[in-house]
């Protein structure tokens, strides 16, 4: 009997935990740190208030939390890719241009069906711009896990695309612009429902806009590499 009250009491503390980081993510996506009050965060999680310190020790514990789990769902989908793509590049392989272009699909796929096409796309986006705008803590987590892997990835490919070193300032800027083309269709998700007649965007949609920002990186990085290439 008392094993069967542990047992239960474990599983009701980790379905508290759970259901405060969903309650975190909604309020934190929609209102940003300053904008929650405990309280709040608790009533939408509906628990009781001490749940908060005790399981994160408090409401920044549980921003922290909130943004290691942003980090972790996208990083399942996207970080191990760049990761990939990291290692191969940095062994000094030598690859053809229609594997690098491969690869920078593979980045932009997975980037424009993870901030377009997943549900709690527009939660996550909540955090993930305000902290880029107001960095704090939970920056370092998002950027260590997320960010920074995904944006080297690709200043890599585009490095190696125009013959340039690693680690190139100007592939660097580069590879944020890229990634600006891809946030915006998130960042700017009103208007261009607005713009298109829309009123979501559907799988076939994000499909649309994904080869659109594909064929259109592409482009733009032949092109300067053909530049390149005929200035010397």
């Not at 009050?37 to 310190?53: D, F, H, W, Y």
């Not at 300032?169 to 083309?181: I, K, M, N, Y």
Request: hydrophobic share 40%; glycine share 10%; proline share 3%.
């Amino acid at each position: 009997m008392p094993a069967q009250r542990s047992t239960n009491s474990t599983y009701r503390s980790g379905d508290t935990r759970e259901r405060l980081l969903r309650a975190g993510l909604e309020v934190f996506g929609v209102h940003g740190y300053e904008g929650v009050s405990t309280r709040q965060l608790a009533n939408r999680a509906g628990v009781n208030l001490a749940a908060i310190p005790y399981h994160f020790g408090g409401k920044q514990g549980l921003y922290l939390a909130v943004a290691g789990d942003i980090a972790e769902h996208i990083g399942k989908r996207l970080a191990g890719r760049a990761g990939t793509i990291q290692q191969e590049l940095a062994a000094g392989e030598h690859l053809t241009q229609k594997q690098l272009l491969d690869h920078l699909r593979t980045l932009l796929q997975g980037l424009a069906g993870i901030l377009l096409g997943s549900p709690d796309a527009h939660l996550w986006a909540g955090v993930i711009l305000r902290e880029q705008l107001y960095p704090s803590a939970a920056f370092d987590i998002l950027y260590r896990d997320v960010i920074g892997p995904v944006h080297h990835a690709l200043s890599l490919i585009i490095s190696r695309l125009l013959g340039r070193p690693d680690g190139d300032p100007d592939c660097t800027l580069r590879a944020h612009a890229v990634l600006g083309e891809v946030i915006i269709f998130r960042a700017a998700r009103a208007a261009v429902l607005r713009r298109m007649d829309w009123d979501d965007y559907s799988p076939e949609r994000v499909q649309h806009i994904t080869r659109l920002l594909i064929d259109q990186t592409c482009d733009m990085l032949l092109a300067q590499r053909r530049r390149e290439r005929s200035s010397t």
